[in-house]
């Protein structure tokens, strides 16, 4: 491994771009996912057609999606950050609507039964309710955007993808896992984080 630690400044560089496109497309697929969620909670006609369009759009080979995109929003980060996105939107809108759905009735009832308006009752006692599960959602949606994420180096975006792009293109071995190890670390420890919100988020909701 001396590829590896004879450049580690710019593992560490792109480890932090890596981390920011992940970031970056997690906290606007977020703010997509979550009214998508609940319009899919709360209206079940719309559900089946919604999770219907979200699986058809996971299920296109990224690779293709980026090549796609980049004929319209050129090369960078940005198509990476697109895709990241629409590929998040299958975990993140089924993962809160089943959040939302597992809120047991007796709680709203409860709720309803104190003068809460609607908006207090989803602040108030839906969204705890719902945070473990919506947590598990969010580590499944960022270990995979993590992984989906190393494609950004056959468009110029960036990241761990970098290393793995070019040692393919040289046929360098050490240069394609002085990308793809720390990548696995990175997954495992964000995978490890969320798992550690979760069980607080649990022990507060039943303890």
């Not at 369009?53 to 293709?64: F, K």
């Not at 895709?83 to 709203?108: G, H």
């Not at 580590?139 to 040692?167: H, S």
């Amino acid at each position: 491994m001396s590829y590896l630690t004879s450049h580690v400044p710019q593992i560490g560089a792109l480890t932090l771009q890596h981390i920011g496109l992940v970031l970056s497309a997690l906290g606007l697929a977020l703010v997509i996912a979550l009214p998508l969620g609940i319009l899919a909670a709360r209206a079940q006609r719309v559900s089946a057609p919604l999770f219907g369009v979200l699986g058809a759009i996971y299920v296109v080979p990224s690779l293709a999606a980026l090549a796609i995109l980049v004929r319209y929003v050129g090369l960078g980060g940005m198509p990476v950050v697109i895709v990241l996105v629409a590929y998040a939107q299958f975990i993140l809108v089924r993962n809160i609507a089943a959040a939302l759905r597992a809120v047991p009735n007796a709680q709203l009832d409860a709720a309803r039964g104190l003068g809460m308006s609607s908006w207090q009752q989803f602040w108030r006692v839906e969204l705890p309710l719902a945070s473990p599960i919506m947590i598990g959602g969010l580590r499944l949606a960022t270990v995979a955007l993590i992984a989906i994420a190393m494609l950004g180096g056959y468009v110029g975006g960036g990241g761990l993808g970098n290393e793995i792009f070019f040692g393919l293109q040289r046929r360098y071995l050490e240069q394609t896992l002085a990308g793809s190890i720390p990548a696995a670390l990175l997954a495992i420890a964000a995978d490890a984080a969320f798992r550690g919100v979760e069980r607080l988020a649990t022990r507060r909701i039943t303890g």
